[in-house]
Structures are given as C-alpha cells and as structure tokens.
C-alpha cells in the first residue's frame, strides 16, 4: 500500500505557473511508475504526464507539452508537475497516481493502470 497526498494547488491567472507535489508514503517509492492526471467538472478524468521508475523516461498528454514538466525525487519519496504558461482550460482537480504495475507505453495514459490515487489538488486559472 502507499498513500499519496498532493499540494500545491491554487488560482493563478492565465499565463501564470504552479506546480504540484505529490508525497508518497508506504513501500519503496522507486518502485512506483507515478503519473498525473486531472478531471474538470463535467468532463472524465484525463491523463497529463507520467514518469517512469527512475525517472529517465516522461510522457505528456498533447494539450500540456511544452508547458508542464514531471519530475521526481525518490530520495524524497516525491512527484512533482510543474505547469507554465497556464490557461483556463487547464482548471481541473489534478490527482497523483503510482503502480507497481508492468508498463509499455500505452499504459502510462490510462487511469486503469494506476493501483492508487491522492484525493486531488484543486487548480483554477483564471481569464
């Protein structure tokens, strides 16, 4: 088992910066592929990024790249996702996620592949 918490979230306006952390706590966190995702009101969950065990691989939805990075730290038991060049559309409750699980690469964008959640970090950016 492992729980994860994220922070960082916040209102910022358009073309502002946030980033997020997730802490994780519970069996080795190099264990873990770790990935974000998010969901807006209304709309399904989405993925935005993922990374890899030791964190030499990362991968981005279409809508994010160039703008977000993912990164972690396993000597802090840590993910992060740092978002630039924020829009409206990027408004959503942005959730941490980690598996244990065996990846290819279609993997690292489903939701069903992820074996534990955070309860979410509310971002709102503002027109």
């Known amino acids: 088992q492992v729980q994860l918490v994220e922070s960082g979230g916040g209102l910022v306006q358009t073309g502002g910066s946030l980033r997020l952390s997730c802490a994780a706590s519970g069996r080795t966190f190099s264990s873990y592929v770790m990935g974000w995702f998010r969901q807006a009101p209304g709309k399904e969950r989405e993925f935005v990024a993922a990374?890899?065990?030791?964190?030499?691989?990362?991968y981005y939805a279409d809508s994010v790249k160039g703008r977000f990075t993912i990164s972690r730290d396993n000597a802090k038991n840590s993910v992060y996702l740092q978002m630039n060049s924020l829009k409206p559309e990027d408004t959503a409750v942005y959730y941490c996620?980690?598996?244990?699980?065996?990846?290819?690469?279609?993997?690292?964008?489903?939701?069903?592949?992820?074996?534990?959640w955070g309860q979410g970090t509310q971002v709102t950016v503002s027109s």
């Open positions: 996620a980690a598996s244990t699980g065996v990846f290819v690469v279609a993997s690292y964008g489903r939701s069903s592949a992820y074996d534990y």
């Open positions: 990374i890899t065990r030791s964190g030499g691989n990362t």
